[in-house]
């Protein structure tokens, strides 16, 4: 069983799988920086792929004023990952590595997003959706 640190080693290297899939994110974010009231407000939006250390969310960013707060890791997110076939959703907390412009109005951004701290549950529960979407029916 790898160590935190070595999970952490992992993580930053990207060294899992990626699935293509689109599930439902619940997201809040969280900042000491942003005096801002949408805030705390909770967002939602989906996944366009998944590993075990990160996702690409397509989401709305509420104010483009937030941005470089969020390349900067001064915004974080706090995510509910809906998998299919499991009653609670996995939650961790994350930072944005990057962010694709929509380029128009109204589109969403595509946020490119590492797991800063999960469980190791909900790692486990990533895990084995990763495994069986890869696996032969």
């Known amino acids: 069983s790898p160590s935190r640190s070595t999970l952490a080693f992992e993580i930053e290297n990207r060294r899992f799988t990626r699935v293509a899939t689109q599930v439902l994110v619940e997201f809040k974010f969280f900042s000491n920086f942003v005096d801002d009231d949408r805030i705390e407000l909770s967002y939602r939006g989906t996944t366009s792929n998944l590993s075990a250390g990160g996702l690409l969310l397509k989401c709305h960013v ?35 590595a990057w962010i694709e412009d929509p380029g128009q109005r109204g589109e969403s951004h595509a946020l490119g997003v590492r797991f800063r701290e999960i469980t190791r549950d909900g790692h486990d529960r990533l895990l084995s959706f990763i495994i069986d979407s890869k696996m032969p029916s």
């Open 62 to 96: 509420p104010d483009p004023a937030w941005i470089p707060e969020l390349l900067l890791g001064r915004v974080v997110l706090g995510l509910k990952v809906e998998l299919p076939e499991h009653a609670e959703p996995v939650k961790a907390m994350a930072q944005v």
